[in-house]
């Protein structure tokens, strides 16, 4: 498969292709049926660069397609999630916002599930973010936001309004913008000489550990490993001086960067850059096992929906997660195996999943009346459900997972 003229988005390497997903819809493209005819559609294939390591989506999507107006994610649907963000602004809080006036910028800050802590203890902040919808929701809660994309021409213009930050800070977006080079010099433009660059992504090896590849689609457009994104940092006049495992998302690595030769690196970016090391993530072997184990999943979890539905048993998906959008529509899942998803998040309800067109209801429509078994495609928040939705369990129910393989819970 692979073609060997496509060129590393971060060092112009060579990359090697080591799966292709085919023609993809948006994964968080829900729709009305008027919306169906133009449905657009990419292709999702996945490389690793044979230079820096770095791993990417072959096909950049526009930005303007995916994050607008109508972006679905609201990040406080999660408590879990709240938890975690607010524990790390309380961190920050007592860390390198502990000076005097300190000022902190975060990249994607979504419905401010971070920021509005920070702003809460009436520190100076400014969130960025092209999501209009979500954006709004964060003013409405006392948060300061720019409703825009951040980039370099971007960082310019706050550092001239503003002053230079103490922190940047990011989680579940660095890996979604291609342009890393102007964000990263944005980064320098805005950031004090001793701040810190703070971001937190999907971790490729736990993708690999867990078989993870619904955690491919067209908003992460790169996969980090410690490895790669000290590369990244070095070409940029960066390194990185701390890293963090993080439970969340189906495993996450917290990454500090600071400006080279301003920090000591702390003993655990050793440790886990060791530990990463054994794994040898970017191998064409490993890459070919992680390929093998997905075309498995298909062949089983295809296999397991078709025999249930000849057994005559109703099954339903829970959580219409962009990461599903994956999973269907690479493994051909329609309405026909799955009737309706259930999810909490109210701007889904009453639309049409991506590409495979199955309809998604409010969770509550998992007890009308209870199936017999529910596909978990929000896997990441598997505790969180599992324990909301004890009755389900309670009336017989089983939960199917397809990661590390297919298997019933
Ligand atoms: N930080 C939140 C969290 O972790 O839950 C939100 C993550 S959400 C998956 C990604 C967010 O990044 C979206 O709200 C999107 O609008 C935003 N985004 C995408 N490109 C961006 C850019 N260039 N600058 C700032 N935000 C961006
Ligand atoms: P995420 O995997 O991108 O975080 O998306 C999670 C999706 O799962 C989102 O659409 C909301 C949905 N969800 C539920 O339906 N019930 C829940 O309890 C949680 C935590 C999420
Ligand atoms: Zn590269």
Redesign the pocket.
């Known amino acids: 498969m692979s073609q060997g003229n496509l060129a590393c988005r971060v060092c112009g390497g060579r990359l090697a292709e080591f799966f292709d997903f085919g023609r993809q819809p948006l994964s968080d493209a829900f729709l009305t049926p008027d919306d169906i005819d133009e449905e657009f559609f990419y292709q999702l294939t996945v490389g690793a660069c044979e230079s820096c390591t770095m791993v990417q989506l072959t096909e950049e999507v526009p ?1 303007d397609r ?2 607008h107006e109508d ?1 679905p ?1 609201h ?1 406080s649907g999660s408590a879990t ?1 709240r938890q975690h ?1 607010e524990q790390l602004a309380k961190h920050l809080i007592d860390t390198e916002l502990s000076g005097r006036d300190p000022f902190i910028v ?5 419905d401010g ?2 920021l509005r802590q920070i702003s809460k203890a009436g520190i100076r902040h400014l969130g ?4 209009g919808g ?1 954006t709004r929701l964060a003013m409405a809660d006392g948060v300061r936001v720019l409703t ?4 370099e021409s ?1 960082a310019e213009a706050v550092l001239a309004d503003e002053g230079p930050a103490d922190v940047i800070y ?4 660095i890996c ?2 291609p ?1 890393l080079d102007s ?1 990263f010099r944005g980064v320098d433009l805005l950031l004090k000489p001793d701040g810190v660059f703070i971001f ?1 992504d999907p971790s490729f090896g736990d993708i690999i550990e867990r078989n993870s590849f619904d955690q491919i689609y067209d ?1 992460h457009f790169y996969f980090f490993t410690l490895r790669s994104v000290q590369a990244m940092a070095e070409r940029m006049g960066f390194e990185l001086v701390d890293a963090e495992r993080l439970p969340v998302h189906g495993g996450e690595i917290r990454y500090t960067l600071a400006r080279k030769g301003r920090r000591r690196p702390s003993a655990r970016v050793a440790e886990l850059t060791a530990a990463e090391r054994v794994l040898d993530l970017a191998a064409p072997a490993t890459l070919e096992r992680f390929a093998a184990a997905v075309r498995n999943i298909r062949q089983d979890l295809t296999r397991l929906l078709e025999d249930l539905r000849a057994e005559g048993k109703r099954v339903v998906g829970y959580g219409a997660t ?1 990461k599903s959008a994956t999973v269907t529509n690479y493994c051909g899942i329609g309405p026909g195996l799955i009737p309706y998803v259930c999810d909490t998040t109210p701007a889904k309800h009453g639309k049409l999943m991506p590409g495979s067109h199955i309809p998604v209801l409010p969770a509550e429509a998992l007890a009308e009346p209870f199936p017999d078994y529910a596909l978990l495609f929000a896997w990441n928040h598997a505790e969180e459900i599992m324990a909301k939705e004890q009755a389900f369990r309670e009336a017989g129910g089983r939960w199917i997972l397809y990661t590390p393989k297919v298997h019933i819970l």
């Open positions: 930005r995916m994050f972006y994610y990040s999630m963000f975060e990249i994607g800050c979504n599930v971070m960025v973010d092209p999501s979500v825009d994309f951040f980039e971007l990011a989680a579940n977006t979604h913008i342009y964000v937190e908003e962009a």
